[in-house]
Protein backbone atom coordinates (compact mmCIF):
# COMPACT_ATOMS: atom_id res chain seq x y z
CA UNK A 1 0.00 0.00 0.00
CA UNK A 2 2.57 2.23 0.88
CA UNK A 3 3.82 1.89 -2.86
CA UNK A 4 0.73 2.51 -4.14
CA UNK A 5 0.79 6.31 -2.19
CA UNK A 6 4.74 6.42 -3.36
CA UNK A 7 3.90 6.37 -6.50
CA UNK A 8 0.39 8.62 -6.38
CA UNK A 9 2.82 10.90 -4.60
CA UNK A 10 5.39 10.94 -7.32
CA UNK A 11 2.57 11.39 -10.21
CA UNK A 12 1.39 14.41 -8.40
CA UNK A 13 4.82 16.01 -8.25
CA UNK A 14 5.67 15.13 -11.58
CA UNK A 15 2.33 17.17 -12.86
CA UNK A 16 3.16 19.75 -10.88
CA UNK A 17 6.59 20.11 -12.85
CA UNK A 18 5.26 19.84 -16.14
CA UNK A 19 2.74 22.21 -15.59
CA UNK A 20 5.56 24.80 -13.95
CA UNK A 21 7.33 23.65 -17.15
CA UNK A 22 4.64 24.19 -19.54
CA UNK A 23 4.17 27.55 -17.44
CA UNK A 24 7.56 29.36 -17.82
CA UNK A 25 7.97 27.97 -21.72
CA UNK A 26 4.67 29.29 -22.77
CA UNK A 27 4.06 32.76 -20.38
CA UNK A 28 1.19 33.30 -22.57
CA UNK A 29 -0.89 30.04 -21.71
CA UNK A 30 0.07 31.23 -17.30
CA UNK A 31 -1.08 34.55 -17.98
CA UNK A 32 -4.32 33.16 -19.76
CA UNK A 33 -5.15 31.37 -17.11
CA UNK A 34 -4.83 33.80 -14.22
CA UNK A 35 -6.78 36.11 -16.29
CA UNK A 36 -9.82 33.12 -16.82
CA UNK A 37 -9.07 32.46 -12.38
CA UNK A 38 -9.41 36.44 -12.10
CA UNK A 39 -11.80 36.83 -13.89
CA UNK A 40 -13.80 33.67 -12.59
CA UNK A 41 -13.32 34.32 -8.85
CA UNK A 42 -13.85 38.55 -9.19
CA UNK A 43 -15.24 39.83 -12.22
CA UNK A 44 -15.23 43.15 -10.58
CA UNK A 45 -11.13 43.29 -10.59
CA UNK A 46 -10.94 43.90 -13.84
CA UNK A 47 -14.15 45.59 -15.07
CA UNK A 48 -14.55 48.41 -12.64
CA UNK A 49 -19.00 49.54 -12.96
CA UNK A 50 -18.32 52.67 -10.53
CA UNK A 51 -16.42 54.88 -12.89
CA UNK A 52 -18.65 54.14 -16.08
CA UNK A 53 -21.67 54.66 -13.53
CA UNK A 54 -20.17 57.65 -11.93
CA UNK A 55 -19.38 59.52 -15.82
CA UNK A 56 -22.67 58.32 -16.63
CA UNK A 57 -24.57 59.71 -13.55
CA UNK A 58 -22.30 63.36 -14.33
CA UNK A 59 -23.52 62.98 -17.63
CA UNK A 60 -26.91 62.83 -16.77
CA UNK A 61 -26.95 65.60 -14.17
CA UNK A 62 -25.20 67.45 -16.53
CA UNK A 63 -27.97 66.92 -19.49
CA UNK A 64 -30.50 67.86 -16.84
CA UNK A 65 -28.84 71.01 -15.70
CA UNK A 66 -28.68 71.58 -19.50
CA UNK A 67 -32.66 70.68 -20.49
CA UNK A 68 -33.55 72.79 -16.85
CA UNK A 69 -32.09 76.08 -18.23
CA UNK A 70 -33.59 75.55 -21.49
CA UNK A 71 -36.96 74.99 -20.07
CA UNK A 72 -36.62 77.74 -18.17
CA UNK A 73 -35.27 79.89 -20.97
CA UNK A 74 -38.33 78.70 -23.27
CA UNK A 75 -40.76 79.53 -20.14
CA UNK A 76 -39.34 82.96 -19.81
CA UNK A 77 -39.61 83.46 -23.57
CA UNK A 78 -43.37 82.27 -23.70
CA UNK A 79 -43.98 84.95 -20.72
CA UNK A 80 -42.42 88.07 -22.90
CA UNK A 81 -44.51 87.01 -25.85
CA UNK A 82 -47.54 86.86 -23.79
CA UNK A 83 -46.67 90.47 -22.66
CA UNK A 84 -46.17 91.00 -26.56
CA UNK A 85 -49.77 89.88 -27.02
CA UNK A 86 -50.66 91.93 -24.19
CA UNK A 87 -49.15 94.74 -25.09
CA UNK A 88 -50.11 94.54 -28.50
CA UNK A 89 -53.87 93.98 -27.37
CA UNK A 90 -54.03 96.86 -25.40
CA UNK A 91 -52.25 99.54 -28.22
CA UNK A 92 -55.44 98.08 -30.87
CA UNK A 93 -57.96 98.87 -28.04
CA UNK A 94 -56.45 102.43 -27.84
CA UNK A 95 -56.35 102.71 -31.43
CA UNK A 96 -59.88 101.22 -31.98
CA UNK A 97 -60.97 103.90 -29.27
CA UNK A 98 -59.01 106.75 -30.86
CA UNK A 99 -60.35 105.84 -34.41
CA UNK A 100 -64.01 105.87 -32.78
CA UNK A 101 -63.32 109.21 -31.25
CA UNK A 102 -62.27 110.69 -34.25
CA UNK A 103 -65.07 109.37 -36.40
CA UNK A 104 -67.26 111.43 -33.86
CA UNK A 105 -65.26 114.51 -34.64
CA UNK A 106 -65.37 114.32 -37.78
CA UNK A 107 -69.69 113.56 -37.97
CA UNK A 108 -69.62 116.66 -35.30
CA UNK A 109 -67.31 118.70 -37.53
CA UNK A 110 -69.66 118.19 -40.75
CA UNK A 111 -72.76 118.84 -38.47
CA UNK A 112 -71.12 122.09 -37.08
CA UNK A 113 -70.35 122.85 -41.42
CA UNK A 114 -73.67 121.90 -42.44
CA UNK A 115 -75.18 124.36 -39.82
CA UNK A 116 -72.59 127.28 -40.56
CA UNK A 117 -73.47 126.64 -44.42
CA UNK A 118 -76.95 126.81 -43.98
CA UNK A 119 -76.95 129.90 -42.17
CA UNK A 120 -74.60 131.42 -44.68
CA UNK A 121 -76.90 130.55 -47.51
CA UNK A 122 -80.18 131.94 -45.84
Same mark, same amino acid.
Given at each position: ?????????????????????????????????????????????????????????????? /?? =?? $??????? !?? #? +????? %???? @???????????? /?? =?? $??????? !?? #? +????? %???? @??
Amino acid at each position: MTSNTQKADENRSKRKKEMENEASENPQLSSLDKTDLAFSEGSQSLYKPEPLEKALNEMNKE /IM =NL $LSKYAHI !LR #Q +RAAMD %ASYV @QELDGILKEART /IE =NH $LKQKRES !LK #Q +RFTVI %ANTL @QN
